[in-house]
């Protein structure tokens, strides 16, 4: 499927999983859909299932934001607290779209959850309470951490997922290791059809080393490598060390799992000509998550950095993450957006993209870590390879068979979709995405404005009588008759029993409005 095609279902309102291989644009279809959702006006609530995740999107964990936090099940007793909450309610009954990103690494468990707890604070049976739901990732990534048990708990196989039953946009462009023998590896691997030509693709890569001044990331399976070779580079270079200490500003409680899921270190410590990395996307465009650097001054207040593919030198100033909720600050940490950068985990390394890694698998000790690994490279000639033992080159079997089924839908789907046509003008506010149904704004105000009477009648809250994105698709589609209407999303047999006669009215008075009525005295 297509970029285009995945945004134009998104913004029908459907229920989505946005997956697809490492640099087929999920990121860049995400962006574009949340602009766009928020610029006509619908409440988006983007989450990701970690907090290093959720950085990166400019949102929350979806513990943080669902009030579910590090629960492994929900009582009637945490069922009746948490919706005795008012602020969290709130959010509930207000939220129109919810995105959670990084879904492989979402357990199951959670996920029903939080379908449990999203159907009672809204007061309705349907998956998830009617909420339309964006899952986005790759289930061949890292998959839920399983503590005690060596079942894995992936989310497509839970209760939440298939009552939900989310259309699959399964990407297929290419825009990162494009015409590259890392792509025909990772695409073997994802078919279970790795051959000798592909052995001999990654043996081609063990033992050669990096020519250039920057020395690529190392990443490795575990944490003590990492830890012990950023300090002892950092120790071998000879020359002043400066500190850089991390800022943490709200209630503990939220600060440290915000604390725990950013990669910038509590304290930096930096030298000139240690090799660092960026944490976080520069919203000038100066730098991105992932791009490697050397410290070539620390005489100024901020230290200075030489980017490795540019060659251009910038002062780095403090980064802000702010955990925001309902409209307001609830905690911010302040740090420079750099880390130590000769190793990191593969764990960590999870969303980044990286010009150069130098990789270590022979000690890969679960599924899917190669391929998260490997992944991370924009091109072959960025990848040094020390070695691979065999668990490297596995991915976890359960998700073959899923992952065929879901190309399978995808292309049906594919094939049934038109391109979103996107206005990407965004300083004009009278400009609008424009889809093969455009939404019919002054309709959309009018049934908005019926509902809201309607509730105030009934004494319920405005969507149990039907839904923002159900009205926007009823605007968009216009319907003139009951069949017609029990055609539309989040509509039924009991809705349109209830309310048709009532919407179609609205429908046909803004379609054939009464004559004004003139009078000599005004």
């Not at 629960?71 to 309610?89: E, M, Y």
């Not at 976890?396 to 992952?403: L, N």
């Not at 039924?492 to 609205?506: F, L, Q």
Request: glycine share 6%; hydrophobic share 40%.
């Amino acid at each position: 499927m297509r970029q285009a095609q995945a945004l134009a279902r998104l913004m029908k309102g459907d229920s989505v999983f946005l997956t697809g291989p490492p640099g087929a644009g999920k990121s860049y279809v995400l962006r574009e859909f949340v602009r766009l959702a928020r610029r006509r006006g619908t409440a988006v609530a983007v989450t990701a299932s970690t907090g290093i995740a959720a950085t990166q999107i400019g949102g929350v964990t979806i513990h943080s934001w669902s009030g579910i936090g590090v629960r492994d099940h929900l009582t009637p007793n945490d069922l009746a607290n948490l919706s005795s909450k008012d602020r969290l309610v709130r959010r509930y009954l207000t939220t129109d779209i919810l995105i959670i990103d990084e879904i492989s690494m979402l357990s199951g468990t959670f996920l029903t959850m939080l379908d449990q707890l999203v159907r009672t604070m809204r007061g309705t049976d349907e998956p998830f309470g009617g909420l339309q739901i964006v899952l986005v990732g790759d289930m061949f990534q890292l998959p839920p951490i399983n503590r005690g048990s060596t079942e894995i708990d992936f989310a497509f196989q839970s209760n939440a997922w298939r009552d939900l039953d989310p259309l699959p946009c399964y990407l297929t462009e290419q825009h990162r290791q494009s015409g590259d023998e890392l792509s025909e590896v990772l695409r073997a691997m994802r078919d279970a059809s790795i051959s000798q030509q592909h052995l001999a693709i990654l043996n081609s890569r063990v033992g050669v080393r990096p020519t250039d001044d920057h020395e690529p990331t190392q990443l490795y399976s575990h944490n003590v490598d990492v830890d012990s070779m950023n300090t002892k580079r950092l120790a071998r270079i000879t020359g002043e060390a400066r500190t850089y200490v991390m800022e943490l500003r709200g209630p503990p409680a939220i600060v440290e799992p915000m604390r725990r899921g950013i990669l910038a270190p509590d304290e930096l410590t930096l030298k000139v000509d240690a090799e660092v990395m960026f944490v976080a996307n520069d919203q000038n465009l100066r730098y991105a998550n992932g791009s490697l650097a050397r410290v070539v001054d620390l005489s100024e207040p901020w230290p200075v950095v030489e980017l490795a593919v540019t060659s251009r030198r910038m002062s780095v100033e403090p980064h802000s993450w702010v955990l925001e909720e309902d409209g307001s600050k609830r905690a911010e940490i302040r740090q420079l957006p750099l880390r130590l950068a000769w190793a990191i985990t593969i764990h960590k390394s999870q969303g980044m993209s990286l010009d150069a890694a130098e990789i270590d698998l022979s000690r890969s000790f679960t599924p899917g870590m190669g391929y998260v690994a490997l992944s991370r490279l924009r091109s072959l000639s960025g990848l040094y390879l020390r070695g691979f033992n065999t668990m490297a080159l596995q991915l976890h079997p359960e998700i073959f068979d899923f992952d065929l089924a879901l190309r399978r839908r995808s292309d049906l789907l594919a094939a049934e979709t038109e391109d979103l046509l996107v206005d990407n003008d965004t300083t004009n506010e009278t400009a609008s995405a424009v889809d093969v149904d455009p939404l019919d704004l002054d309709l959309f105000a009018q049934l908005k404005a019926w509902r809201r009477d309607q509730a105030r009648a009934e004494g319920v809250p405005a969507y149990v009588i039907a839904h923002d994105m159900t009205l926007a698709e009823i605007a968009m589609n216009v319907p003139q008759d009951s069949t017609s209407l029990l055609r539309i999303k989040g509509m039924g047999t009991t809705r349109v029993a209830r309310y048709g006669e009532a919407i179609i009215a609205v429908i046909l008075h803004h379609l054939n409005p009464p004559p004004a009525h003139n009078s000599l005295f005004g």
